[in-house]
């Protein structure tokens, strides 16, 4: 049985401000992808030069795409290829200029002129007596843990503010920790790799799980109870 050509097709985009993997069809034509890229890479399709690479590495492109009316799969576009956005009027659309950060003008104040401000976070902590300025009973009674009667393995899920979007693992941690004084931290497993570690933070392990599926929250920010594992949409255009 004959094997079925691929119709679509992973790869790296790279321009002098962004870089990102994408799956594209093989099937849209060199200007449809363009106006994909514009959205991406933020320089127009009419000053856009598409080459190919077989790595990031590679310094000869193997193929240049363009003849804005052939499929992309025209040029035998592979799998993590790297699609090379040149933009070849820089001057009309500020490539390379949103990431120079040395043509931005900065507003520095002096530690004196700093202290003297009302509307900071120095004078808003030393107005709340918070950090450093807080009494020793509160830097006491902030640094105690309370109880929580939450078992190990229990089911939960963390609140985000995107819709349809839920944040959902098991407790694997409950207890204070050493990155962070003041009050205890859960720490969660997600069922999907949205977390930010492993179990540990700054060298210590709190509970072990594979990368980015370990968490860390406060205890407020989790409900806990009969939360099933939920499958995530992925975009399928960027991965």
Same mark, same amino acid.
């Given at each position: 049985?004959?094997? @079925?050509? =691929? ?26 992808? %363009? ?25 000869? =492109? ?7 009316? %052939?499929?992309?799969?025209? *040029?035998?576009?592979?799998?993590? !290829? +790297? ?6 009027? =820089? ?7 949103? @990431?120079? +950060?040395?043509? /931005? !003008? ?14 900071? +976070? ?8 918070? $950090?450093? #300025?807080?009494?020793?009973? !509160?830097?006491?009674?902030? $640094? ?13 899920? +963390? ?19 050493? #990155?962070?004084?003041? $009050? ?5 497993? *997600? ?10 933070? !700054? ?6 799980? %594979?990368?980015?599926?370990?968490? #860390?929250?406060?205890?407020?920010? /989790? ?5 099933? =594992? ?10």
């Amino acid at each position: 049985m004959r094997a @079925s050509n =691929p119709i679509t097709v992973k790869v790296f985009v790279t321009s002098p401000d962004t870089r990102s993997e994408r799956r594209f069809d093989l099937h849209i034509t060199v200007e449809q992808l %363009k106006n994909k890229l514009e959205l991406i890479t933020g320089i127009p399709v009419q000053n856009q030069l598409i080459q190919v690479f077989n790595g990031e590495n590679d310094s000869t =492109p193997v193929a240049i795409l363009e003849d804005n009316i %052939k499929p992309i799969g025209f *040029y035998g576009l592979r799998d993590w !290829q +790297v699609l090379k956005v040149i933009d070849l009027d =820089p001057a009309t659309s500020f490539t390379g200029q949103l @990431s120079d +950060v040395s043509q /931005v !003008q900065k507003f520095e104040l002096s530690e004196a002129e700093y202290a003297q401000r009302q509307d900071t +976070v120095l004078a808003y902590k030393q107005r709340h007596k918070i $950090g450093r #300025f807080a009494d020793n009973e !509160q830097d006491e009674t902030a $640094g105690s843990a309370p109880q929580l009667d939450i078992p190990l393995g229990s089911r939960c899920e +963390v609140e985000t503010s995107e819709e349809n979007f839920h944040k959902r693992g098991i407790v694997r941690f409950i207890g204070p920790t050493t #990155f962070a004084k003041g $009050g205890a931290w859960v720490g969660i497993e *997600y069922d999907e790799p949205i977390g930010k570690n492993d179990g540990s933070v !700054q060298g210590e392990r709190y509970f072990t799980c %594979k990368p980015n599926y370990g968490v #860390f929250v406060r205890p407020e920010r /989790v409900k806990f109870g009969d939360f099933p =594992p939920e499958e995530i949409d992925f975009d399928d255009e960027e991965m």
